[in-house]
């Protein structure tokens, strides 16, 4: 299994732009997690689906950021418009239930000048 | 949502056992406790995962006294390659995850 795949690695835009990650989930999970990586705030949860289906999204800081699933085999987190602030690692994670160990993407790093 | 504490930083060097403590005090009784592993610029790695009790894999052994308020992680020989940072977490079948600031881990030659 080529595990969980991200794109872009890095992204670079200016301030106001739309923003958009993309992630394919591990085949057969049914879980999938959107976090955010920081120095100052460290890994935050943003959402996560249940057979695509959003379950909690209480940690997407604005109505900029949105998420979807429109299938088992496709997530985007989309951050429109971007800003400066918005800087960090984004990291997908999924896994095979809501118990099961995450497995993640090896991450988007998001630049917004 | 349990929250965790751990240390902030460990220092080792090569060759020793290392033992990461993760106080969970309000642990709940359907929760699960989980280990992950982080080395720059990549996502988190499960290590281990435990109920209680005491669980062994390949890589690490994960102790839970029997009030679950605590768990033990504990790296056997360590080697400059387990330098990273390592998480703690607790949650169930509900799925939300929440990571701590973990521990960052630096072993020497």
């Known amino acids: 299994d080529a595990g969980v795949i991200q794109s872009p690695r890095h992204e670079v835009t200016e301030m106001g732009q739309e923003v958009t990650l993309r992630c394919k989930p591990i085949?057969?999970?049914?879980?999938l997690f959107w976090y955010r990586q920081t120095m100052m705030r460290g890994l935050e949860l943003l959402i996560y689906?249940?057979?695509?289906?959003?379950?909690?999204d209480s940690g997407m800081p604005e109505d900029r950021f949105s998420a979807k699933m429109p299938n088992a085999s496709f997530s985007t987190l989309k951050i429109q418009p971007s800003e400066p602030r918005d800087s960090a690692v984004y990291f997908c994670a999924s896994s095979k239930t809501g118990g099961s160990p995450l497995h993640f993407g090896n991450g988007t790093r998001l630049t917004v000048t | 949502l349990a929250k965790t504490t751990q240390p902030i930083s460990m220092d080792s060097y090569e060759g020793q056992e290392v033992n990461i403590t993760c106080s969970h005090n309000?642990?709940?009784?359907?929760?699960?406790i989980t280990w992950y592993q982080q080395f720059p610029s990549q996502g988190p790695r499960f290590i281990i995962q435990g109920y209680k009790t005491k669980v062994t894999n390949e890589v690490a052994s994960l102790f839970i006294p029997a009030d679950r308020k605590s768990s033990t992680l504990s790296l056997p020989r360590v080697s400059l390659s387990d330098t990273a940072v390592y998480y703690c977490?607790?949650?169930?079948?509900?799925?939300?995850?929440?990571f701590g600031q973990g521990t960052e881990l630096s072993v020497k030659p």
């Open positions: 309000n642990i709940a009784t359907n929760d699960y």
């Open positions: 977490l607790v949650g169930n079948q509900g799925g939300k995850l929440i």
């Open positions: 085949s057969g999970h049914d879980y």
């Open positions: 689906f249940n057979n695509n289906v959003p379950i909690d």
